[in-house]
Protein backbone atom coordinates (compact mmCIF):
# COMPACT_ATOMS: atom_id res chain seq x y z
CA UNK A 1 0.00 0.00 0.00
CA UNK A 2 1.24 3.40 -0.61
CA UNK A 3 0.45 6.61 0.78
CA UNK A 4 -0.06 10.31 -0.52
CA UNK A 5 -1.08 13.30 2.11
CA UNK A 6 -1.97 16.61 0.94
CA UNK A 7 -3.78 19.84 1.84
CA UNK A 8 -1.36 21.17 4.20
CA UNK A 9 -0.30 24.87 4.53
CA UNK A 10 -0.27 27.93 6.19
CA UNK A 11 -3.34 29.16 8.39
CA UNK A 12 -3.86 32.10 10.77
CA UNK A 13 -4.76 31.36 14.27
CA UNK A 14 -7.91 30.07 15.02
CA UNK A 15 -8.07 28.94 11.49
CA UNK A 16 -8.94 25.59 9.82
CA UNK A 17 -7.20 23.36 7.07
CA UNK A 18 -8.43 19.63 5.64
CA UNK A 19 -5.91 17.35 5.46
CA UNK A 20 -6.60 14.36 2.92
CA UNK A 21 -4.52 10.99 2.09
CA UNK A 22 -4.89 9.12 -0.73
CA UNK A 23 -4.61 4.92 0.00
CA UNK A 24 -3.08 3.14 -3.02
CA UNK A 25 -3.75 -0.91 -3.58
CA UNK A 26 -5.58 -3.04 -2.86
CA UNK A 27 -7.98 -4.36 0.17
CA UNK A 28 -8.45 -0.25 1.33
CA UNK A 29 -11.29 -2.35 3.76
CA UNK A 30 -8.63 -4.09 5.88
CA UNK A 31 -6.64 -1.19 6.93
CA UNK A 32 -6.78 1.00 9.92
CA UNK A 33 -5.72 4.37 8.78
CA UNK A 34 -4.42 6.96 11.21
CA UNK A 35 -2.74 10.80 11.05
CA UNK A 36 0.24 11.42 13.32
CA UNK A 37 2.18 14.82 13.33
CA UNK A 38 5.91 15.55 14.51
CA UNK A 39 7.16 18.60 15.46
CA UNK A 40 10.68 19.07 15.16
CA UNK A 41 13.16 17.56 17.96
CA UNK A 42 10.19 15.60 19.25
CA UNK A 43 9.08 12.05 18.61
CA UNK A 44 6.08 11.55 16.34
CA UNK A 45 2.79 11.38 17.98
CA UNK A 46 -0.58 10.10 17.12
CA UNK A 47 -3.44 12.60 16.03
CA UNK A 48 -6.72 10.36 15.58
CA UNK A 49 -6.92 7.07 14.32
CA UNK A 50 -9.88 5.19 12.60
CA UNK A 51 -10.54 1.34 12.65
CA UNK A 52 -11.80 -0.56 9.62
CA UNK A 53 -15.78 -1.45 9.21
CA UNK A 54 -19.16 -0.29 8.50
CA UNK A 55 -19.29 1.79 11.42
CA UNK A 56 -15.19 2.10 12.37
CA UNK A 57 -14.01 2.96 16.06
CA UNK A 58 -12.08 6.60 16.45
CA UNK A 59 -9.34 6.58 18.69
CA UNK A 60 -9.12 10.34 19.93
CA UNK A 61 -5.89 11.54 21.70
CA UNK A 62 -5.33 14.68 23.98
CA UNK A 63 -4.18 16.59 20.27
CA UNK A 64 -7.37 16.01 18.55
CA UNK A 65 -10.20 16.13 21.00
CA UNK A 66 -12.21 18.52 20.84
CA UNK A 67 -11.10 20.32 17.83
CA UNK A 68 -9.74 17.52 15.09
CA UNK A 69 -12.31 14.91 13.41
CA UNK A 70 -10.90 11.74 10.70
CA UNK A 71 -13.08 10.34 8.25
CA UNK A 72 -12.49 7.32 5.91
CA UNK A 73 -13.94 7.20 2.30
CA UNK A 74 -14.62 4.03 0.92
CA UNK A 75 -15.03 4.85 -2.81
CA UNK A 76 -12.30 7.58 -2.71
CA UNK A 77 -9.79 5.29 -0.64
CA UNK A 78 -9.04 8.32 1.20
CA UNK A 79 -8.80 9.61 4.87
CA UNK A 80 -9.36 13.11 6.05
CA UNK A 81 -8.15 14.72 8.81
CA UNK A 82 -10.21 18.25 9.47
CA UNK A 83 -8.55 20.66 11.84
CA UNK A 84 -10.43 23.21 13.50
CA UNK A 85 -9.31 25.79 15.82
CA UNK A 86 -5.78 25.76 14.96
CA UNK A 87 -3.08 26.93 17.03
CA UNK A 88 0.62 27.38 16.95
CA UNK A 89 1.30 24.54 18.67
CA UNK A 90 -0.74 22.71 16.18
CA UNK A 91 2.45 23.47 14.07
CA UNK A 92 4.28 20.50 12.39
CA UNK A 93 4.52 17.63 9.38
CA UNK A 94 1.26 15.80 9.47
CA UNK A 95 1.95 11.81 8.32
CA UNK A 96 -1.10 9.77 7.43
CA UNK A 97 -0.17 5.96 8.15
CA UNK A 98 -1.90 2.63 7.51
CA UNK A 99 -1.28 -0.69 8.98
CA UNK A 100 -3.73 -4.25 8.84
CA UNK A 101 -2.67 -5.61 12.64
CA UNK A 102 -2.70 -2.67 14.67
CA UNK A 103 -6.15 -2.85 16.90
CA UNK A 104 -8.22 0.99 16.92
CA UNK A 105 -9.93 1.87 20.37
CA UNK A 106 -11.69 4.53 21.54
CA UNK A 107 -8.42 5.37 23.57
CA UNK A 108 -6.25 3.31 21.92
CA UNK A 109 -4.09 2.09 18.63
CA UNK A 110 -2.99 5.25 17.57
CA UNK A 111 0.87 4.97 19.19
CA UNK A 112 3.59 5.62 15.77
CA UNK A 113 5.37 2.28 16.89
CA UNK A 114 2.59 -0.23 16.06
CA UNK A 115 2.14 1.08 12.29
CA UNK A 116 4.00 -0.52 9.54
CA UNK A 117 2.71 2.00 6.24
CA UNK A 118 3.53 5.70 5.89
CA UNK A 119 2.88 8.65 3.77
CA UNK A 120 5.37 11.02 2.95
CA UNK A 121 3.97 14.12 5.22
CA UNK A 122 2.62 17.50 4.48
CA UNK A 123 3.47 20.63 6.47
CA UNK A 124 0.86 22.57 8.27
CA UNK A 125 2.30 26.16 9.70
CA UNK A 126 0.22 27.95 11.96
CA UNK A 127 0.48 32.00 12.24
CA UNK A 128 -0.44 33.99 14.84
Known amino acids: VQLQASGGGLVQTGGSLKLSCKVS????????LGWFRRVPGKRREGVLCIGRGEKPITSVTDVAKGRFTISRDKAEKTVSLQLNSLNAFDTAMYYCAADRGVSITPRGGCREEWWAYWGQGTLVTVSS
Open 25 to 32: GPDFDTYA
